[in-house]
């Protein structure tokens, strides 16, 4: 149990910091085992504070003191006081230095926050709250400051010294030492602080600004890695272009460093111009990295990258704001990636990853909103609603703004608040100024946790040619926000006539004539009613075109209107979401009644679609994927583990038999072996082609299996290789087995291609999945305490095998709590973020309840919980 339970911060509670930190001097005696940091801080109060006592209170944590001086004499012990969780000086100047010197350990530091070793080389990572862990400091995002620092190491063993900013000293030591000194111009808040040292070498490139300025590009990385970093470098120089063409945004430094590192608890980090990346999106080769690989680089390098403006240069008040960071740059990489690949299948990607991810996290105890009230630890709030709901919530003022006036509000956002540390309010205010409207209402995104549900009722009036939708809005009560005020829904409609062609939108009262496609209706109450005139006919309705806002529809189109839809929308993006709906309700048909025919219109649908030599095959391949099993959970109001494992077995076997000469006919057609690209089409020509031969396999077609055998051995590339490999695994037997001793044999040596060895074999549905899990865990190349070996293993175990992890025998329960409580003194974070598998537990049956119940309530007893574990598993009980 948790003695001392932690406490919850609340947003009601911020003051301004009582002091400021105005300039930076670090020195590093970097040492794995043994780090000294010396620090000189430029300190002053606050003009702005509101009330205090006077005292100074640095955060830090871990740290041994050796020294602390202000002013140039050092202290006694009795004039400050040293805590858990910092450092109290008492009777402090107006304006003073303060020197300290701390020292760390970086091998002992398995959380991998603050200064930590990865393999040979050191590295930090300080967002939201590890700087504290490195030195006493404001560790909080409103102080802003400028940094000197000055590394100091042997040479032999690291070579190479990074820090942010520029590099202004380099100079050798006596003893094999060497120094390098590090000056960032620009202030920043401590989160952003980055060093490395290690032995790496760099892929280098420059870009010239729009104003001219010459930048140079560094992606260093372990020696070996040196031939898999094109892609990043590509990617980093496109999003460079792009953010100044779409938002005027140009990089202000003149160097520019990325940095691949393989222990690593997210995916990357935005150090003023000193990235760190988790490798796995740096490093990618045709032959060991999928297109979804090289898609993931491509975006989080643009992410990371516009987080130089947005983040950086504006960041974050508090960290109840991370939203205003982070959801704009969800947006501006959701953007980036749309406009430099194809932006219909993006925004089916972007809206699949929100069902799989925010929806269920909205209807969860864990629910809270883009802007939360409360938290016990931050680093638990990382979470899809902050970045991908909050992306939606910049998403729908971009598009109420339109093109132009959502550019003037973001310059004005620039403008206004550069080199400042601001609130969501802040920039929703910009919209406002730069457009005129009011956003008062719509403010409300930022502060109800909880997704809308909307229900839509037609009425058509044959005399009148009157046609009228009336909505309604419903939000869920989630924790702590029992009753909800009506949001602010922007909802993009289409009327489809008999022949399929977009008709006119002309609403009653319109002025003016209305042209035919896609109009925006702004609901604002619970219900409302919008009336269409001149129409001839009952029209087909298509709601939320390109999905609008974050909301659920209740949908009661008919399966013939949704097979209407799936072929005529103009809006791809609805033609996709009608054929998951349907595809939804044959699945759970074939839930209650696995025997359940199949209406031989959807196979004609299904065929043509597979047949149109026209269509987008990325896009073809989205609108034949059927819903995930996950999600098919989430739309039942009980969980039926099984039968929708079934179901979705059924459904695929059924398609492979039904249609296997169309199939073959698709999977042979776009089987080429032309060299690599990562481009749009070749993409969509794998997706298309690896799906076809998926529904084959399902279907125990020897001919796919041969040919799935034949494309895991011809090892194009990554994405077929993979594609077939896990056909085999699935398929079980010899082959299976053969295969992935083969696959480990040729790539034992490249940990991020054993992560997908891992992969395929956790979320195989095969019976002995667990027992696989558990053995793998013991095989040389996994540990506890690389995080991506942990997401490959067991985080894909729980996140993505829900049969084999919802066994009604609660077996993948416990597993999952005993790596909860091992993972939770070594990594509290990746063992937080774990259990978050079991927190929706009320969503299962009353068996499977009681045995999630029971483990959460077993991890809550443990000794010593980190705050992370035991905010996540009180929250989950509802405690
Ligand atoms: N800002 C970082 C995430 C930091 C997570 C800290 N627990 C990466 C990103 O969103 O760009
Ligand atoms: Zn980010």
């Known amino acids: 149990m948790y003695r001392d339970t932690p406490h919850a911060i609340h947003l009601k509670d911020y003051r301004p910091p009582e002091f400021l930190i105005d300039a930076v001097d670090l020195r590093f005696d970097l040492d794995p085992e043994r780090t000294t940091v010396e620090a000189k801080l430029a300190l002053r109060r606050n003009p702005a504070a509101t009330r205090g006592d006077g005292d100074l209170r640095l955060h830090g944590e871990q740290l041994d003191l050796e020294r602390i001086a202000v002013n140039g004499h050092p202290l006694t012990p009795s004039e400050y006081e040293v805590h858990q969780e910092g450092l109290t000086l008492h009777r402090v100047p107006d304006q003073f230095g303060l020197e300290t010197r701390v020292r760390i350990h970086p091998s002992l530091n398995t959380a991998l926050e603050g200064l930590y070793q990865s393999g040979e080389m050191l590295c930090t990572q300080c967002e939201a709250e590890g700087f504290r862990r490195i030195t006493y400091f404001l560790d909080r995002p409103d102080v802003m400051a400028t940094y000197s620092t000055t590394l100091v190491a042997d040479k ?269 309010d802040d920039f929703v205010r910009c919209m406002e100024d730069a457009s005129g409207r009011d956003l008062e209402q719509f403010r409300l995104w930022y502060q109800q946790a909880g997704t809308p549900e909307l229900s839509v009722q037609e009425a058509f009036d044959a005399d009148s040619g009157r046609y009228s939708l009336s909505v309604r809005q419903h939000t869920p009560p989630t924790p702590g926000q029992p009753l909800k005020e009506p949001f602010h829904i922007p909802i993009a409609v289409g009327l489809l006539g008999q022949d399929g062609e977009d008709l006119p939108l002309q609403l009653e009262g319109d002025t003016t004539p209305s042209a035919p496609g896609t109009r925006v209706l702004e609901l604002t109450n619970s219900e409302q009613s919008f009336t269409f ?253 690389n995080p991506n070996r942990v997401r490959s293993l067991i985080g894909a175990f729980c996140n993505a095998n829900q049969v084999r992890f919802h066994a009604s025998d609660g077996r993948g329960y416990r597993f999952l709590a005993d790596r909860v409580l091992e993972l939770n003194p070594l990594n509290p974070q990746i063992a937080a973020r774990l259990l978050k598998a079991m927190v929706r537990w009320r969503r299962f049956d009353a068996g499977r309840q009681a045995l999630m119940r029971a483990e959460i309530a077993r991890i809550l007893d443990a000794e010593a919980l980190s705050a992370d574990v035991y905010e996540v598993a009180s929250k989950a009980l509802g405690d």
Not at 549 to 555: F, I, R
């Open 156 to 424: 032999r063993r690291f070579p190479v010294l990074l820090s942010n900013g520029n590099p202004v000293e380099s100079r050798d030591l006596d003893g094999g030492r060497h120094l390098m000194r590090w000056e960032d111009p620009f202030p920043k808040p401590s989160y952003l602080f980055a060093l490395i040292a290690g032995d790496l070498k760099a892929v280098e490139d420059s870009f010239s600004t729009a104003s001219g300025r010459e930048v140079a590009l560094k992606i260093y990385v372990e020696p070996h890695n040196l031939d898999k970093c094109d892609h990043a470098m590509r990617s980093l120089k496109k999003a460079m272009r792009w953010d100044e063409e779409r938002f005027g945004r140009e990089y202000d430094l003149d160097i520019f460093m990325i940095v691949a590192v393989s222990h690593f608890n997210m995916g990357a980090m935005e150090n003023k111009g000193l990235n760190v990346f988790n490798d796995k999106f740096v490093l990618a080769r045709p032959d060991t990295a999928t297109d979804v690989d090289f898609d993931g680089i491509e975006s989080v390098i643009a992410h990371e990258y516009f987080h130089n403006w947005t983040g950086n240069r504006i960041t974050c008040r508090d960290w109840f704001q991370l939203s205003l960071k982070e959801g704009f740059t969800v947006y501006r990489d959701q953007e980036f990636s749309a406009d430099v690949g194809s932006r219909g299948v993006k925004r089916i990607g972007d809206v699949r990853l929100l069902r799989a991810h925010q929806l269920p996290e909205d209807e969860g105890p864990l629910a809270h909103p883009v802007r939360p009230d409360s938290y016990i630890e931050i680093n638990n709030f990382y979470t899809a609603t902050v970045y991908q709901k909050g992306a939606e919530v910049v998403r729908m003022q971009a598009n109420l703004l339109g093109p132009e006036l959502f550019r003037k509000a973001t310059d004005l956002y620039f403008e206004r608040h550069d080199g400042q540390a601001v609130t969501t």
């Open 533 to 785: 005139v001149g129409l001839e006919a009952k029209p087909v309705p298509s709601l939320l075109r390109g999905f609008p806002a974050p909301v659920k529809l209740k949908t009661e189109a008919s399966d013939d209107d949704l097979l209407f839809l799936m072929a005529h929308d103009s809006d791809g993006f609805n033609r996709w979401d009608a054929a998951q709906t349907l595809m939804q309700r044959l699945l759970l048909a074939l839930v209650d009644d696995a025997e359940a025919e199949l209406p031989e219109r959807f196979f004609a649908a299904f065929e043509q679609a597979l047949m149109d030599a026209q269509s987008d095959k990325a896009l073809l391949a989205e609108v034949l994927t059927p819903p995930s099993e996950g999600y098919l959970g989430d739309q039942m109001a009980v969980v039926d583990v099984d039968g929708i494992h079934r179901a979705h077995s059924v459904l695929g076997r059924r398609v492979g038999e039904r249609l296997r000469d169309a199939l073959l006919e698709v999977y042979r057609a776009n089987d080429g072996s032309e060299p690599y690209a990562f481009m749009p089409d070749d993409v969509g020509r794998r997706a298309l082609k690896n799906l076809a031969l998926g529904y084959l396999a399902k279907a125990g077609d020897a001919e796919a299996l041969a040919a799935a055998q034949a494309q895991f051995e011809a090892a194009r590339n990554m994405t077929d290789v993979m594609a077939a490999l896990r056909l085999l695994v699935d398929h079980g037997g010899e082959a299976g087995t053969r295969a992935l001793d083969h696959f480990y044999g040729r790539w034992s040596g490249e940990p991020l291609v054993v992560d997908k060895w891992l992969s395929v074999q956790a979320t195989s549905p095969r019976e002995d999945t667990l027992e696989r899990v558990i053995a793998l865990m013991g095989h040389a190349d996994f540990s506890l305490r």
